[in-house]
């Protein structure tokens, strides 16, 4: 029985997020545009850039998490949740440099290992979020746990989002105000979806590899 079995088809995900973002659009809109303001104020500037956008990225990640899961259940999200990440700032900035360091490592590689990485932690801040008693890592490490045989039907949901990409960028990418936050509700269904799904067979409940 494949892992994927049971699962929401990627339109599917995409439906319920646009029924979600309904009457939610201004607010989602906001939050991730405010979200881009702030870690995109000091990126210019060589190696401070850096650093501002490495230490502020992980909270920031977070409280997006936080908002369109609250999104996603129905849990009145506010903008305010955006800000919500730096109450843990000291486990969000951990876990964005777990991220950062074991994706730069793959990269290192190749691009297609750098990509597979991506995907394989992609679901640490909405882990993180749900579950603040765990450490960076375990958090890492369980989303590693559950992308274990779905990094494709992850890779193939955020394909599907190019059409709408280059239709964003004929509109002087103003229509990126309305496709990031339809990627990440899309996304944070996706999540809801596999994190009580069954794990890929042979998959314990303790990785210890990156």
Same mark, same amino acid.
């Not at 977070?62 to 369109?68: E, S, V």
């Given at each position: 029985?494949?892992?994927? $079995? @049971? &699962?929401?088809?990627?339109?599917? &995900?995409?439906?319920?997020?646009?029924?979600?973002?309904?009457?939610?659009? *201004?607010?989602?809109?906001?939050?991730?545009? %405010?979200?881009? %303001?702030?870690?995109?104020?000091?990126?210019? =500037?060589?190696?401070?850039?850096?650093?501002?956008?490495? #230490?502020?990225?992980?909270?920031?990640?977070?409280?997006?998490?936080?908002?369109?899961?609250?999104?996603?259940?129905?849990?009145?999200?506010? #903008?305010?949740?955006?800000?919500? @990440?730096?109450?843990?700032?000291?486990?969000? &900035?951990?876990?964005?440099?777990? #991220?950062?360091?074991?994706?730069?490592?793959?990269?290192?590689?190749?691009?297609?290992? @750098?990509?597979?990485?991506? &995907?394989?932690?992609?679901?640490?801040?909405? =882990?993180?979020? $749900?579950?603040?008693?765990?450490?960076?890592?375990?958090?890492?490490?369980?989303?590693?746990? %559950?992308?274990?045989?779905?990094?494709?039907? *992850?890779?193939? /949901?955020? *394909?599907?989002?190019?059409?709408?990409? /280059?239709?964003?960028?004929?509109?002087?990418?103003?229509?990126?105000?309305? /496709?990031?936050?339809?990627?990440?509700?899309?996304?944070?269904?996706?999540?809801? $979806?596999?994190? $009580?799904?069954?794990?890929?067979?042979?998959?314990?409940?303790?990785?210890?590899?990156?």
């Amino acid at each position: 029985m494949s892992v994927n $079995d @049971g &699962l929401k088809k990627n339109f599917e &995900l995409r439906a319920i997020a646009r029924e979600k973002l309904k009457g939610k659009w *201004l607010y989602a809109v906001l939050v991730c545009f %405010i979200a881009t %303001i702030i870690s995109g104020l000091l990126c210019w =500037i060589p190696f401070i850039g850096f650093i501002y956008t490495l #230490i502020i990225s992980g909270p920031i990640a977070l409280g997006l998490a936080t908002f369109f899961l609250n999104l996603r259940r129905d849990q009145n999200p506010l #903008i305010e949740n955006l800000f919500d @990440g730096f109450k843990s700032f000291s486990p969000a &900035l951990i876990l964005q440099l777990w #991220i950062t360091l074991f994706t730069f490592l793959w990269t290192l590689l190749l691009v297609i290992p @750098g990509i597979i990485a991506t &995907l394989r932690y992609s679901l640490s801040f909405y =882990i993180l979020r $749900d579950h603040p008693e765990l450490k960076p890592k375990e958090a890492l490490e369980r989303s590693k746990q %559950i992308m274990k045989g779905r990094k494709g039907k *992850l890779f193939l /949901l955020g *394909l599907s989002f190019i059409g709408w990409g /280059l239709l964003a960028v004929l509109t002087l990418s103003i229509g990126f105000l309305w /496709l990031v936050p339809y990627i990440n509700a899309s996304l944070a269904g996706f999540y809801e $979806d596999v994190k $009580d799904a069954p794990l890929a067979s042979g998959t314990s409940a303790a990785a210890t590899t990156a």
